[in-house]
């Protein structure tokens, strides 16, 4: 269950709306707030910047349960980054409030999944520059480019796959972004690599 009690009450309403498969109406959400609709628009903007609010905040959370799960069953030696990832798109590949959008609203969702000066993306590729700067402390990985462009590069790669079938009228392809996204990752072949554990791999890199 989402826990959106330390979330501003429009946002955390929106969210929870999203979460029950309501489409989100101003006016609605106004009169459940008690607040006139000019209230909700002066402190939130219009309908798309508290989409744009709601679904950081159910991103958010997502990224945190995706790194706690791989923190429980990551192996000795094994990078953050990926194996989050893996957790990341599972969880969004199968996530029934992205689908109602993107069947619903494709346009609007994948502008605001998608701006780069939105906050969904630009929050998530921070939180993925992250990841990747602590596998570099942990393991000395040593990235292909530096970790803010690698971090931009593997959601875009991520986005391009998981919404396929919206961007490109393709079937979405979950285990070809993660393939990808963790060759990215490592800066090698994987056949080239496999059997040397991750660790050894990354201190090793020139």
């Keep these: 269950m989402v826990n959106l009690a330390n979330s501003p009450p429009a946002v955390a309403l929106a969210a929870r709306w999203l979460l029950d498969g309501r489409r989100l109406d101003m006016q609605g959400l106004a009169d459940e707030l008690g607040m006139s609709r000019v209230t909700l628009f002066r402190h939130h903007g219009g ?4 989409l744009s609010k709601a679904l950081w905040l159910l991103t958010e959370r997502t990224l945190r349960t ?4 791989w923190d429980w069953e990551r192996p000795p030696g094994a990078l953050r980054t990926p194996g989050t990832g893996r957790e990341v798109n599972a969880i969004v590949s199968q996530s029934t409030v992205l689908r109602r959008l993107l069947d619903e609203e494709p346009a609007l969702t994948m ?7 939105g906050r969904v993306q630009t929050g998530v590729v921070a939180f993925v520059a992250a990841s990747l700067r602590a596998d570099m402390a942990e393991f000395g990985l040593v990235p292909l480019i530096e970790p803010d462009a690698l971090a931009y590069a593997l959601v875009r790669l991520g986005e391009s796959f ?9 079937t979405p392809d979950v285990a070809t972004a993660n393939r990808l996204q963790q060759a990215l990752v490592e800066g090698a072949p994987l056949e080239q690599t496999r059997g040397q554990p991750v660790a050894a791999r990354c201190r090793s890199s020139p």
């Design 162 to 170: 998981l919404y396929a079938d919206v961007l490109a009228s393709r």
């Design 47 to 50: 309908r798309e910047a508290l």
């Design 66 to 69: 995706a790194a706690r799960r």
């Design 111 to 117: 502008r605001v999944l998608t701006d780069p000066r």
